[in-house]
């Protein structure tokens, strides 16, 4: 079982900034995770939002975005304590969501962020708001 617990959610105005962050608890250091963000907005499905690879052993910084957000949003790790962050720039009201950090074991794929599934522990959840 691992534990995540995010952190950095909060309410800016469209065009503003915010960084999430994930600490994980439980990860094996000789293993390899795909950590992700994910994202669900009122009324509306969960959708992948980021994803990357943590302990990779090969040391890939393979990154993995769903469209909306590619060019705006950057995920990054830090592997020595295990913490996943996601930088979110130009923030539109169309990003509003409870945001979440997830877990699978092995490498991030191309089908990871569309395969909720896959992931076998979940955050609580952030709340991001963007205003207009």
């Known amino acids: 079982h691992v534990q995540l617990v995010e952190s950095g959610g909060g309410s800016v105005q469209a065009g503003g900034s915010l960084t999430l962050s994930c600490a994980a608890s439980?990860?094996?250091?000789?293993?390899?995770?795909?950590m992700a963000w994910f994202r669900q907005a009122p009324g509306k499905e969960r959708e992948g939002v980021a994803g990357?690879?943590?302990?990779?052993?090969?040391?890939?910084?393979?990154?993995y975005y769903t469209n909306s957000v590619k060019g705006r949003f950057t995920i990054s790790r830090d592997n020595a304590k295990d913490t996943v962050f996601l930088q979110m720039n130009s923030l539109k009201p169309g990003d509003t969501a409870v945001y979440y950090c997830?877990?699978?074991?092995?490498?991030?794929?191309?089908?990871?962020?569309?395969?909720?599934?896959?992931?076998?522990?979940w955050g609580q959840g952030t709340q991001v708001t963007v205003s207009s």
């Open positions: 990357i690879t943590m302990h990779d052993p090969d040391a890939r910084d393979t990154t």
């Open positions: 997830a877990v699978d074991s092995g490498i991030c794929l191309d089908a990871s962020l569309s395969k909720l599934g896959w992931f076998f522990d």
């Open positions: 439980g990860l094996r250091s000789t293993s390899y995770y795909c």
